[in-house]
T-cell receptor
Framework: AQKITQTQPGMFVQEKEAVTLDCTYDTSDPSYGLFWYKQPSSGEMIFLIYQGSYDQQNATEGRYSLNFQKARKSANLVISASQLGDSAMYFCAMREIGGTSYGKLTFGQGTILTVHP | GAGVSQTPSNKVTEKGKYVELRCDPISGHTALYWYRQSLGQGPEFLIYFQGTGAADDSGLPNDRFFAVRPEGSVSTLKIQRTERGDSAMYLC???????????FGQGTRLTVV
């Protein structure tokens, strides 16, 4: 079964607008962490933001915020004021902390974001 | 450098040959991970180390794949009898511990011809 689902293969946004990238997850572990990574065409995976399952508030990092809805098992990434440099592949990932392999990150299929000028 | 370093950045090898991919993690990071990424897909977990030992190698696809981290720092992913299906980007990441974010290297693009 898919543990991380990203249903949007591609998204387009106008420069300076906000965009939401969807991510749903599946776990029976009560303790887990959710991550978003950006992968530009150069190939490097760049860490953006982290949300712990017990965190009371939604995580924010500059223009990035995570819309965490625990009951719906969703962890959408919101990018505000999009820039041309935001064009990249974006991956949602989960780490199940309570399991036997709690270091392992499981990734979704990714969403390609294109920012138009 | 300050980041995770992977060498070589590109490797082309013939089917049936043996290859080694190297990962030099961020200094002080005890956890090290290997992932494989096919074009247009998300990274797939292969193995991770906590210190010198493999804490989880459940993602290694078969016994042609092996990884070591003898001194708890640099790691080498070894692939024997390469097949065309092994062609992919191999990503390495490291983290301070298993509960913190992982930082990735630039990857090694492996092409088996």
């Amino acid at each position: 079964a898919q543990k991380i689902t990203q249903t949007q293969p591609g998204m387009f946004v106008q420069e300076k607008e906000a965009v939401t990238l969807d991510c749903t997850y599946d776990t029976s572990d009560p303790s887990y962490g959710l991550f978003w990574y950006k992968q530009p065409s150069s190939g490097e995976m760049i860490f953006l933001i982290y949300q712990g399952s017990y965190d009371q508030q939604n995580a924010t990092e500059g223009r990035y915020s995570l819309n965490f809805q625990k009951a719906r098992k969703s962890a959408n990434l919101v990018i505000s004021a999009s820039q041309l440099g935001d064009s990249a592949m974006y991956f949602c990932a989960m780490r199940e902390i309570g399991g036997t392999s709690y270091g392992k990150l499981t990734f979704g299929q990714g969403t390609i974001l294109t920012v138009h000028p | 450098g300050a980041g995770v370093s992977q060498t070589p950045s590109n490797k082309v090898t013939e089917k049936g040959k043996y290859v080694e991919l190297r990962c030099d993690p961020i200094s002080g990071h005890t956890a090290l991970y290997w992932y494989r990424q096919s074009l247009g897909q998300g990274p797939e977990f292969l193995i991770y180390f906590q210190g010198t030992g493999a804490a989880d190698d459940s993602g290694l696809p078969n016994d042609r794949f092996f990884a070591v981290r003898p001194e708890g720092s640099v790691s080498t992913l070894k692939i024997q009898r390469t097949e065309r299906g092994d062609s992919a980007m191999y990503l390495c990441a490291s983290s301070l511990g298993e509960r913190t974010e992982a930082f990735f290297g630039q990857g090694t693009r492996l092409t088996v011809v």
